[in-house]
């Protein structure tokens, strides 16, 4: 389907009878305007020039070719779901939606690997595999509505990325067209392989500025059946950052730790009807397979001298309530303004250091940060709300000079201005204080080797 903006500027309407070839097209601005944001609240200047759903790699290379001819900058879209500007499209831009490649070719167990189309939704790639014994293990809080794409170009990170790794640990094998039109094979469908440079990794994580991904191997584990979950309760957030750091000391190795401060519980709590005022900070955790049992129990040992509020479970009814709260916590929030979310990484031993931080310029700036974290591997995400603004309007610079020092507070811990968000538009003007000149000058080198004339999502990422 092609939906062109009778607005748009720059392509002639002779040109545009390439993607008028393509099949289904149509003209329709409302649909264009949707399709040209994501989950950012950034609002484009104006329209893009046309949306195009790609539902086969010759279509996604016609379109290539098309923006390759007559300089058209390509965004490509999965879900929509990027919190950083990634996906939104700008005025004149193609939209290339490629959510309806959504084939799950291939679910082969003897060599725990699944074939999937860009466009399928990871939790549907998820249940597939769990069809077989089998599961995909990386899960952003978005899995339900993002697509395998996305992540990969994301390297999306979730809750069990501490114990299982991210999505860059599961990806074996693309299939993408570069922005120069190319069709490329990265990568293969084996275990192993050190042939070459590793360009699967290198386009995991690349933001859509280098190849549209068409088709993806991934890796897939064994589905675990024993789970132990545990919420823990603590006087403050900087007690449970401690306590997620004794776990670690103690060698024991959750599948899930995640922490919530009291203003996020509190978000949550409103818009689940529970009105009374949260004091206290969770972690939440889970520990599965064999060990399970055992693991818990060493860890309700080590949380003993920090709290005795600890609620342990099996019953998975119960712990899908726990993680289903945790998942409110991003939605909950933007229910009270408009929200900058960050996503800033530091070393594992400091995430206290990171809290007090946290807590510092909240108490010089006068301002609220929420903060949920994946405390297995040093992730937090402190949201910046601005109450009485609208989704969509502009982020006003007080709420900007918050987020400044919070990169900040992160470089300086030694850790990273994203953790798995990316950079998209709205990390863009921090990433040189991150990546260094020579980093940012080889960046420009490899887009330019990929997408000599520019086309895959300019203005994006570094
Ligand atoms: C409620 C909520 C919770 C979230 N939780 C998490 C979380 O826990 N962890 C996490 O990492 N992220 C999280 N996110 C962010 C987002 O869901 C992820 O970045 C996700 O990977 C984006 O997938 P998508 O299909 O929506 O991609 P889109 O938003 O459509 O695109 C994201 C980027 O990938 C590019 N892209 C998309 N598809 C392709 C393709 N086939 N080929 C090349 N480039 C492509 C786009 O151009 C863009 O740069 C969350 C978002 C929301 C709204």
Redesign the pocket.
Known sequence: VIAMNPHSRGVERGSISALRALPGFSIDEATSRRDQL??SGYRPAGPPMAVVRASSEDEVEQVLRYANENLVPV??????????G??TADRGEIVLD??G?DEIFTIDAGNRMAIVG??VI?AELDAAAARQGLRYAP?????G???????????????LGAKYG??RDHVLELN?ITGAGERLRSGRQTHKGVAGYDLTSL?VG?????????RAAVKLRPAVTERVTMLASFPDTRTAAAAAQELLLAGLDAAAMELVDAPTLNAIARVDGELGEVTRAILLLQYDGAGAVSDSQRAEGVLGPLTSDVETTQDPVRADQLFAMR?RA??SIELLGRVL?E?IVVPLPRLSDAIDGLRAIENELQTTIFVVA?AGDGNLHPMISVPGLEDGSPIPEAAWHVADRVFSLALNLGGSIT????V?LLKRDHVLRELGPVSLALHTAIKRVFDPRGI??PG??F
């Not at 690349?206 to 068409?214: D, N, R, Y």
């Open positions: 994501d989950r965004v490509t879209r999965g879900a929509g779901t990027s919190l950083t990634a996906s490629v959510s490649m860009a466009g990871t899960d952003p809080a978005s899995v509505i993002s697509t395998i794409g996305g992540n990969i170009a994301t390297n999306a990170g979730g809750v991210v999505t993408a386009l690349s933001e859509g500025t280098l190849a549209v991904i068409t998942r991003i939605p979310i996503d994946h953790g798995e968000h990316g998209g895959l999502n994006k990422a």
